[in-house]
Structures are given as structure tokens and as C-alpha cells.
């Protein structure tokens, strides 16, 4: 079975601190996504990878950075965290498509609340 | 860019009812389109596809139907069970890209 792993899946930071949440897959997955998830909104795109040091913004990429040095790990960073950041945040991966559609697999979630 | 609505953010059926939850898409050439379950505090997960060259997919106790005229996805679930209580969201592939639009999701709430 595709298994991603989220880290951390509860934290807490104060306002202005630099926040990383990593995620790691072990299925050698091309595709990584980071999502968000609030009430009312459902899941909304924050960044995308398709490769290794690749990355693409979303639908919602103000405030956020990402990093993919391997493969298997995508990072979410917050590099000056907000209140209004405070969600849960959802890694996902998938085999590269084409554009075919391939099943995208989720993570646990990280419970982000921002002080 | 693609738009996904859910008709009803809540639906409540008894154990042993047939359930259906609809979604609705705006772009036609949209041709992947996917549903899943989550549970509270957990990730969502994977339940059946569906690509846009077939009307119906069945799995187990599960069938996805797709009407592309009127842009709308359903998903039936048969003698619903209370292990079945969680939010189900479908989502659609954006065309050119691997990423996907979510709907707002429906909770399902079955009693006993």
C-alpha cells in the first residue's frame, strides 16, 4: 500500500515563527501536493511538485514556500507563520499521468494552530 | 479554471438505506474524476474513480455514476452501515495538470 507520512501531526506556533512540515512517500511518486483544509471551504491547493526541485503554486500560495531536494520529500514552509494559516494542512502524491489520472494518495494531516 | 459543488453539505439516512451523494463539475473536458471518504481526523481516502469514457463504476457496495451532458457525479452507497458516518468529497483532475479541484464535501450521518 502507497504510504505518506506526515510528521507532525500537531503543532503549535506563535505568531512570526518559521514552520516546517515535511512529508515523505514511499512509492517513488513524481507528483506531490500540499492542500489546506477549512470549514466550509473543503481542500484547496497550495503548492504542487512534479519533480525533484520543482515546484508550482497553487490556488492559495501567499505565505507559503516549498522545498523538494528528494524524491520521496516535500516540505511545507510557512516562513513567517499567521493566525490565519492556522488549518489542516494534507500532503498527497501520485504517479506522474500525463494527464491520464492517476489516484492521488493523502497523508494523515498536520493540525497547524497558529498563537 | 474548474469549479466542483456539492448539492447538500449533510445527509443523514438510517443503517441499511441506500445513500447517494451528488457532485457537480463546471468544465466538460474534465475526464478523471474521483471520490473519497474521510473520517474525522484522518486524511481523506481513496473510494472509486471514474474516467469519462464510461456512464457507471461499481466496486464493493459502492457505484460511481457520470452524467457529462448535465456535468454531474454521483456516488450510491449501498445498505449503508455506521462505519460508513464521514465527509465524502469528490474531486475532478484539472485538465494539463495532475492536480485535482475538490468539492466542499457532504457528511454522511447514519444511526443506528
Known amino acids: 500500500d502507497v504510504k505518506v507520512t506526515q510528521s507532525s501531526r500537531y503543532l503549535v506556533k506563535r505568531t512570526g515563527e518559521k514552520v516546517f512540515l515535511e512529508c515523505v512517500q514511499d512509492?517513488?511518486?513524481?507528483?506531490m501536493f500540499w492542500y489546506r483544509q477549512d470549514p466550509g471551504l473543503g481542500l484547496r491547493l497550495i503548492y504542487f511538485?512534479?519533480?525533484?526541485?520543482?515546484?508550482e503554486k497553487g490556488d492559495i500560495p501567499e505565505g507559503y514556500s516549498v522545498s523538494r531536494e528528494k524524491k520521496e520529500r516535500f516540505s511545507l514552509i510557512l516562513e513567517s507563520a499567521s493566525t490565519n494559516q492556522t488549518s489542516m494542512y494534507l500532503c498527497?502524491?501520485?504517479?506522474?499521468?500525463?494527464?491520464?489520472?492517476?489516484?492521488?494518495?493523502f497523508g494523515e494531516g498536520s493540525w497547524l494552530t497558529v498563537v | 479554471g474548474e469549479s466542483v459543488g456539492l448539492h447538500l453539505p449533510t445527509l443523514s439516512v438510517q443503517e441499511g438505506d441506500n445513500s447517494i451523494i451528488n457532485c457537480a463539475y463546471s468544465?466538460?473536458?474534465?475526464?478523471?474524476f474521483i471520490w473519497y471518504k474521510q473520517e474525522s481526523g484522518k486524511g481523506p481516502q481513496f473510494i472509486i474513480d471514474?474516467?469519462?469514457?464510461?456512464d457507471k463504476r461499481q466496486g464493493q457496495r459502492v457505484t460511481v455514476l457520470l452524467n457529462k451532458t448535465v456535468k454531474h457525479l454521483s456516488l450510491q452507497i449501498a445498505a449503508t452501515q455506521p462505519g460508513d458516518s464521514a465527509v465524502y468529497f469528490c474531486?475532478?483532475?484539472?485538465?494539463?495538470?495532475?492536480?485535482?479541484?475538490f468539492g466542499k464535501g457532504t457528511m454522511l450521518l447514519v444511526s443506528p
Open positions: 471514474i474516467r469519462s469514457n464510461m
Open positions: 498527497a502524491s501520485t504517479l506522474w499521468t500525463g494527464g491520464s489520472g492517476n489516484t492521488i494518495y
Open positions: 511538485s512534479y519533480d525533484v526541485k520543482m515546484k
Open positions: 512509492m517513488d511518486h513524481e507528483n
Open positions: 468544465n466538460s473536458a474534465s475526464d478523471y
Open positions: 474531486a475532478v483532475l484539472n485538465s494539463g495538470y495532475s492536480t485535482l479541484t
